[in-house]
């Protein structure tokens, strides 16, 4: 089992950034094959993969983007604090959202949410233009 928990949502104005942090808790992060993954949801639309990183096994550290955001965020680790990080720059309307992130259970690192079967509670990223 995985507990996520994130935090740093905010309102910005378009080109600002914003730095979200994803708290996990439970089995451990670096447990082989494990990957947290960031996705969003705006109203109205479906819950889309933004990207995501594998916290343990022999491609921990390896990073994945939605073409999307490719260039303005980027997703982090630090497994002492178990944390997953997304830094996001240039930030624009469109990438207002939920933010949630999630956990797999082993395996492929998926971008299809229903793969992951942990997930945080969401945060709100509203930018302004």
């Known amino acids: 089992q995985v507990q996520l ?6 309102s910005v104005q378009a080109g600002g950034s ?3 942090s994803c708290s996990v808790s439970g089995d451990p992060i670096n447990a082989d094959n494990r990957c947290v993954g960031w996705f969003r949801q705006a109203p109205g639309k479906v ?6 990183i594998y916290t ?3 491609s921990s550290g390896i990073q994945y983007y939605a073409d999307s955001v490719k260039g303005r965020f980027t997703i982090s ?3 002492d604090k ?3 990080e997304l830094q996001m720059y240039s930030l ?3 990438d207002t959202a939920m933010y949630y992130c999630a956990a797999n259970s ?3 690192c998926s971008t299809i949410s229903s793969r992951f079967p942990y997930w945080g509670q969401g945060t709100q990223v509203t930018v302004s233009s």
């Open 18 to 20: 914003l730095r979200l």
């Open 5 to 10: 928990a994130e935090s740093g949502g905010g």
């Open 56 to 58: 343990g096994g022999g």
């Open 77 to 79: 680790q630090d497994i």
């Open 47 to 52: 819950r889309e993969w933004v990207a995501r």
């Open 82 to 84: 178990k944390t997953v």
């Open 92 to 94: 624009k309307p469109e």
């Open 106 to 108: 082993g395996g492929f």
